[in-house]
């Protein structure tokens, strides 16, 4: 009996899926695995543990998979691609395939059809794909130059609207709850704490907008809602390329910025439709893991692996 991995490795969790070929047999799960962010080792270990812990619940060994599926974030590059293929070779059997975590959610959502699925986490991306099997994709170019709408580009503009807001004299239920979450007291030692680290991933400080737009803060609620007017816009950019204006568009969201947050999702949905008409929302859930398990099942035999890849016969 084949068994199959699907790996779904973010920017803050990994998870891994084991299964044969109809049944999920164990499941393991890690911190983040984006080799630029954690470096090579945070992911091998990330990525070792969770299919360790995949395999002890099957009761499989790892030199057992027969294919494996593992949609990484940041594996459009070819580097980043080729060290994660290079660690799952060193931890798992049979024939690898390493391919960009927006597939893996795409093919969650949509199989090999048509549709365009919209991620933000940590870090965001649109990706889409027509029936005639051309792709496309707008963001994911990194928290620095890109990623809007995502946790991290919702913090940094959390703390740039309330700084303004107190330069001109207005201080915010947004403002005091930074303050208390960098552990200062007063504006200057904000700042000077904010910049002492100017590659600091700010994503975890997400809930920290959430719970100030919740509490009434207009600034906050403002910060979201732009979000997801940003989001639809990167949508667009997707949806024009791939689809004709009188072709219906299925799309899903994914991510914990979605998930937590109705104000992000209704802006991001108000705006997608005032631009398009024509858009199927998929209600379901989207489980990228479940896609790279379904991913690596499909393609079980093929001597041809897509992405960075290794094939045994």
């Known amino acids: 009996m084949p068994y199959f991995l699907g790996i779904d490795g973010g920017g803050s969790n990994t998870r891994c899926v084991l299964g044969d070929e109809k049944s999920v047999l164990g499941r393991g799960s890690g911190s983040g695995c984006n080799v630029l962010r954690v470096g090579e080792a945070c992911a091998r270990d990330s990525l070792s543990g969770a299919i360790h812990e995949a395999c002890v619940q099957a009761g499989v060994s790892p030199q057992q998979v027969a294919r494996t599926c593992a949609g990484i974030s940041g594996a459009a590059d070819d580097g980043i691609a080729s060290t994660v293929q290079r660690i799952l070779t060193g931890v798992v059997g049979g024939a690898i395939e390493v391919i960009g975590d927006m597939e893996i959610a795409l093919e969650s959502g949509f199989g090999g059809g048509p549709g365009v699925i919209v ?38 503009r959390a703390l740039g609207a309330a700084l303004r807001a107190h330069d001109q004299g207005r201080d915010s239920e ?46 906050a609620a403002a910060v979201l809602e732009q979000a997801g007017s940003e989001l639809a816009k990167l949508a667009e950019v997707v949806i024009r390329r791939l689809f004709r204006e009188d072709e219906e568009v299925p799309f899903g969201e994914h991510g914990g910025v979605f998930a937590s947050s109705a ?51």
């Open 174 to 219: 947004l403002l005091q709850r930074l303050l208390a979450a960098f552990s200062v007291r007063t504006v200057p030692d904000l700042i000077v704490e904010v910049n002492a680290d100017p590659g600091r991933d700010l994503a975890s400080l997400y809930p920290v907008v959430l719970a100030a737009a919740d509490a009434g803060d207009p600034i």
């Open 263 to 313: 104000r992000v999702r209704e802006a991001f949905e108000e705006a997608l439709q005032a631009s398009c008409s024509r858009l199927r929302l998929l209600r379901r859930e989207i489980d990228p893991a479940l896609g790279a398990l379904d991913r690596a099942r499909r393609d079980f035999g093929s001597r041809w692996l897509y992405g960075v890849s290794r094939f045994q016969p």
């Open 119 to 156: 991620i933000a986490g940590t870090g965001s991306i649109v990706y889409g794909r027509n029936a005639q099997g051309e792709t496309a994709r707008a963001g994911g170019g990194g928290r620095l130059i890109s990623d809007e709408g995502s946790g991290h580009w919702c913090v940094v």
